[in-house]
């Protein structure tokens, strides 16, 4: 997990950009398989159709015994039986295949979108903590605090904050400079 200080804008961004895409792809090819289910269900439809009315002419035919016209009702029905079944399991699949995968992509949108908030929280409380930390220094005469606070922080770009608070960081970095040049023997 980055933080703020380890994770640029144009890193979040690649982040989001490609989250999206690849959602945007799962989708694409989700789209593409109810498309083809779509079109086995069609012809499903048709063929059903035709059994229909082989059913149909098979019984207008039916003129020998009632037997025979009963075993060749029941063998078409039992037919149309089947492939109704074979079709309801195919759209009841495909349902829940959708809804799983729905279910993941809102998860992972979901954790993407609690980190992009994290992170931005954890950045705005930095920011904002900046001036109550300089103005603590300030009225108490002491930069030791601030001076552990930047070594702590020393490769993050203050300029980012304002002209003001960049200068004010480059003085107090002279400083302790100055000051460790001067305690060294």
């Known amino acids: 997990m980055y933080t703020w200080s380890q994770q640029s804008m144009e890193e979040s961004n690649a982040s989001m950009t490609r989250c999206i895409a690849e959602l945007f792809l799962h989708q694409t090819s989700r789209h593409k398989e109810i498309r083809a289910l779509a079109s086995s269900n ?38 149309l039986k089947k492939e109704l079944q074979e079709e309801k399991s195919a759209k009841e699949k495909l349902k829940l295949d959708h809804a799983i995968d729905k279910e993941k992509s809102d998860s992972q949108v979901k954790n993407f979108t609690d980190q992009i908030a994290k992170l931005e ?53 002279k400083e302790m400079d100055e000051g460790a040049a001067q305690e060294a023997p």
């Open 42 to 79: 069609h012809k499903m439809r048709k063929k059903i159709e035709t059994l229909k009315s082989t059913l149909a002419q098979t019984q207008a035919d039916a003129e020998g015994s009632e037997d025979t016209w009963k075993k060749k009702f029941e063998d078409a029905t039992e037919k």
């Open 121 to 173: 929280k954890e950045a705005k409380d930095a920011v904002d903590a900046l001036p109550t930390i300089i103005d603590e220094a300030e009225t108490k005469g002491s930069y030791d605090f601030i001076i552990q606070f930047l070594q702590k922080v020393d490769d993050f770009d203050w300029y980012r904050l304002g002209e003001e608070t960049g200068k004010y960081v480059d003085n107090l970095q």
